[in-house]
């Protein structure tokens, strides 16, 4: 995740709250998802940038989750994400982000 | 779990990006706070 990202989730946690907010990933692998999620619940696993250290424990999820999918209006999503949903590794993607999730988000 | 919510956007150039997740987060009532597009490679 880029530092300049990371400052602005930082700030925007500090702006909102911690409780009220989600974050929502498009990323196309899961590795990469994953390593987002960890950021923004665990803090900065490379210790580059402003998360670094910082645990903010948000609610985090990929849109291909069904928990997220089923809240969206069926026509907005088949328009806008079907399309990936065709030809991402869902279950993988899935899987990477409900780990990080579990493990350090402090919301749901 | 999305109502009221207020939402951070972290989409990816190659796979779903920000303004499509955007607008699906829009139609669960919810508020967008920040949308950026990475590129994750």
């Known amino acids: 995740m880029d530092l300049e990202n990371q400052q602005r989730v930082k700030d925007l946690t500090e702006k909102h709250g911690k409780e009220n907010l989600v974050v929502i990933l498009g990323g196309a692998e899961a590795e990469a998802s994953g390593l987002a999620c960890e950021t923004v619940t665990n803090g900065d696993p490379t210790f580059a940038g402003p998360l670094a250290g910082v645990q903010l424990g948000l609610a985090c999820y990929h849109i291909l989750e069904p928990k997220i999918k089923d809240e969206v209006d069926p026509e907005v999503y088949d328009e806008q994400v079907s399309m990936m949903e065709m030809v991402l590794d869902v279950d993988e993607i899935i899987d990477e982000v409900s780990t990080y999730r579990e493990k350090y988000s402090q919301f749901s | ?41």
């Open chain 2, 1 to 41: 779990m999305l109502e009221g919510k207020k939402v951070i956007i972290l989409g990816d150039r190659d796979g779903v990006p920000g303004p499509a997740i955007d607008e699906c987060i829009k139609s669960a009532d919810a508020e967008v706070v920040f949308t950026t597009t990475e590129c994750f490679v």
